[in-house]
């Protein structure tokens, strides 16, 4: 098993450009999750997914959207990239059949906007 | 809003001593409490999770305290080893509920050796 990973693994783009950060499990998980981490901040929920079909925001979801577009994959989109989005972002998911709480995460994507 | 307070914010430690991390949360109706472990340049991985169903749970040379009253939990790690200078994350939720945590500000832990 993969777990889950992430495309891609680092990405420069430049002020009002757009991309879609890619994520997949394949641990059979109900929820997926989206997160920053930038130093000093922890990490902030941007938005979940319960379940297939549902999204929902977290902490910071302004200037971000999210396709939960099966039950495997999970993607993010900035839509017009801004400086403050510059950080590391992370993918995880959790809730197989046995219902666990542990969060399983992705290895990250460094983003730079310049 | 709902915060879980860690602290310290950095910390080192000589090869073979004890650290300590320390927690604070507010929702009472939090019942998981997991520790996560992030080495530099990858995600970080669940290290030891609690319930409120006891006070203290140790895997290995890692043992969480809970202290349900003054709603604040630890994480120990004796004889520290240079192998585990990470950052390390507290977290709190309520299990089931989407799954969502509330995460601590994260510790950066130095072992010299």
């Known amino acids: 098993n993969a777990g889950v990973t992430q495309t891609p693994k680092f990405q420069v783009l430049k002020t009002g450009q757009s991309m879609t950060l890619q994520c997949a499990q394949d641990?059979?998980?109900?929820?997926m999750y989206w997160y920053r981490q930038d130093p000093g901040m922890g990490l902030r929920l941007i938005y979940y997914s319960a379940s297939e079909g549902t999204t929902d925001k977290g902490e910071v979801p302004n200037g971000y959207n999210v396709s939960r577009l099966n039950k495997r994959e999970f993607s993010l989109r900035l839509e017009s990239a801004a400086p403050s989005q510059t950080s590391v972002y992370f993918c995880?998911?959790?809730?197989?059949?046995?219902?666990?709480?542990?969060?399983?995460f992705g290895p990250g994507t460094r983003l730079t906007v310049l | 809003q709902q915060q879980v307070k860690q602290s310290p914010q950095s910390l080192i430690v000589q090869k073979g001593g004890i650290s300590i991390i320390n927690c604070a949360y507010e929702?009472?109706?939090?019942?998981?409490f997991p520790w996560y472990q992030q080495f530099p340049g990858k995600g970080p991985a669940l290290l030891i999770a609690?319930?409120?169903d006891v006070s203290e749970k140790k895997e290995g040379r890692f043992t969480i305290s809970f202290n349900k009253s003054a709603k604040q939990f630890s994480l120990h790690i004796m004889d520290s080893q240079p192998g585990d200078s990470a950052t390390y994350f507290c977290a709190a939720g309520r299990a089931g509920n989407n799954r969502k945590l509330i995460w601590g500000l994260g510790t950066s832990l130095a072992v010299n050796p």
């Open positions: 929702n009472t109706a939090f019942d998981y």
């Open positions: 609690i319930r409120p």
């Open positions: 641990m059979n998980h109900n929820s």
């Open positions: 995880a998911s959790s809730g197989g059949l046995a219902g666990g709480d542990e969060q399983f």
